[in-house]
């Protein structure tokens, strides 16, 4: 079976949108867009459309491709100081003479809701709610509950080994009491990890690594990651065989970003929560 | 076989007693005491011992236990903007009128040699070297490097969940390519990920949880977590019985105190390095 992804994010967002609505407040969301690739403006456009849909105000603050670090960070100063944006991001990745790493760390970390600032990162970590977890990890969580209901005393293999997304997510995984395990390219074995978990997760970006016989019947296998090969996508695991197992699939290529600016909308609707103290 | 640590402890100050001379600075470490109980004058009686011994100079700031939390912060700014020490602490726990969490929030990072600031815990988690790890993390990576020179490819278990200490060892783990698994009080059946590692690493608090049964010959048992019940030391491992089968076991009961100190004293080291642009 193959879990429709863009179903559940339908869902999250008419539920948010309920939410949002009925709290009364109105959160703004805004991005600061460096203008250098189409990619970048296309990412944009798609979460300004999904802010419409459950009531985000999204302003767009674009500069230009010669910027300089400290044009880029007296907007980010702008941004903090003004009460009316509840959080923004940065849409990365920045041009080449920029700072990428001093820019995130001028963020807010109340206002930084893609989760990349140490502050929010260390709140994941020690289990601090009031914290934004970084958008893939949060939906990967947030894919669980609904196929699962909990993690609880599960067995999670984490396939993929990245500093900014998969040890959020181990932290998210650890934190909702699962038995988390983390391979690496330098794992002797994965198939005796994989073989015998409730949930396995791929993130490796070697197109077949997970083939049939390295899992078992019923497992949930969520594969985050893809490689484009001569303009085809080849996922991390081997999509058809494993769908005839019967094991439940995710993602459908297309819904990934849905579902991550889905939580980038949740992650607003909470800045403006605890900026409001409700 | 149990691991001398105390000769390990000992060895680690020797070399680092060698460098420091070697070095030409004087690395100077500073504490801030708020005296409310006479473990916390114990523990850093034993820091300034250890100092001495490796060319660090030890500054202690005491402090009356009804210090209020401007004084304290105050306390913090000047040895922030004091360029004569390199790195200080302060001694854990703090009175119940104090904001610990505010307090260790405005710690220079590049002064934080406890390891305890976000933007530390952050380096440890993106595998930034110019972080300082936590002293109980880092010396059980020192011990894993002096008892297998590697770990890599290793299936290493961490049986317990804190938020503080092992999460940040399971990433200083999954750096040095490990495979790294975390089970906890929900983990169904424990026995099923000890039994086959190479590495146990036991912070439970729950004595004589590892028993015979539940590891093969050869594996490294680390426990760092005692329980005292009666006056009397219980550790999560059943030491005796394991020692009997072969295994590799730490620690001996007295020098974890020293080993930890052993990694303050590294991190002032390198703090002084960093800070002389070596």
Not at 76 to 103: C, F, M, T
Not at 124 to 146: S, Y
Not at 225 to 237: E, S
Request: glycine share 4%; charged share 25%.
């Amino acid at each position: 079976m193959i879990i429709d992804g863009k179903k559940i994010a339908q869902s999250l967002y008419d539920n948010l949108a309920i939410d949002i609505k009925k709290s009364g407040l109105k959160p703004v969301l805004a991005a600061i867009l460096v203008w250098n690739n189409s990619a970048s403006l296309r990412y944009i456009k798609q979460k300004k459309k999904w802010a419409d849909t459950v009531w985000v105000e999204f302003k767009l603050f674009e500069m230009k491709p010669n910027v300089t670090q400290i044009e880029l960070e007296k907007k980010i100063d702008e941004l903090n100081n003004n009460s009316r944006i509840n959080g923004y991001i940065v849409q990365l990745p920045l041009p080449d003479h920029i700072n990428e790493k001093s820019i995130i760390n001028k963020i807010d970390p109340k206002k930084d809701v893609d989760g990349f600032h140490p502050e929010n990162v260390w709140k994941v970590l020690i289990w601090d709610d009031t914290g934004f977890a970084p958008c893939t990890p949060a939906w990967v969580m947030c894919m669980l509950d609904i196929i699962w209901e909990d993690v609880v005393g599960k067995q999670v293999v984490i396939v993929g080994r990245s500093n900014i997304v998969w040890k959020p997510l181990a932290a998210l995984l650890i934190n909702a009491w699962a038995t988390v395990i983390v391979c690496n390219s330098k794992t002797p074995d994965i198939k005796r990890y994989t073989s015998n978990s409730d949930i396995v997760i791929m993130a490796t970006g070697k197109p077949m690594l997970l083939r049939l016989d390295m899992v078992k019947i019923g497992t949930t296998i969520i594969d985050v990651w893809f490689t484009v090969i001569d303009g085809k996508i080849h996922w991390d695991a081997d999509f058809e065989i494993i769908e005839k197992c019967g094991s439940k699939i995710t993602p459908v290529p297309g819904w990934v970003g849905a579902l991550t600016v889905a939580m980038l909308m949740k992650n607003t609707y909470r800045a403006a929560l605890l900026q409001a103290n409700k």
